[in-house]
């Protein structure tokens, strides 16, 4: 049974950083597209990074570039967000995705692309 477990969601003040984790169990995704994702209240859930190639090629929505960076570690099947410059408006909770097989994904990447999800960690940034 596949898993996917996200962690290292919290509260914390504008301009501070978070690391967020996402533990995978009962497969590996080392060539496997795998992402962020991110849902705010009373907003549709947007895609925040990608990562794809064992994370040699990753995407980034426009608003993140430079703050938040994706990687992972195959090794340990475990894929981070670490994000940095917090702002209030990246209050969300937070969805790691993984892809069931090798393929080119959508810059940005569709929801549809993904076939495993976490179960979300919130991510509070207070002003």
């Known amino acids: 049974q596949v898993q996917l477990v996200e962690s290292g969601g919290g509260l914390v003040q504008a301009g501070g950083s978070l690391r967020l984790s996402c533990a995978a169990s009962?497969?590996?995704?080392?060539?496997?597209?795998m992402a962020w994702f991110r849902q705010a209240t009373g907003k549709e859930r947007e895609f925040v990074a990608a990562?794809?190639?064992?994370?040699?090629?990753?995407h980034y929505l426009d608003s993140v570039k430079g703050r938040f960076a994706i990687s992972r570690d195959n090794a340990k099947n475990v894929m981070y967000l670490q994000m940095n410059s917090l702002k209030v408006e990246d209050t969300a909770v937070y969805y790691c995705?993984?892809?069931?097989?090798?393929?080119?994904?959508?810059?940005?990447?569709?929801?549809?692309?993904?076939?495993?999800w976490g179960q979300g960690t919130q991510v509070t940034v207070s002003s």
């Open positions: 995705a993984a892809a069931s097989y090798f393929k080119q994904i959508s810059s940005p990447a569709r929801e549809s692309e993904f076939a495993y």
């Open positions: 009962g497969r590996t995704f080392e060539n496997y597209p």
């Open positions: 990562s794809i190639w064992s994370g040699d090629t990753t």
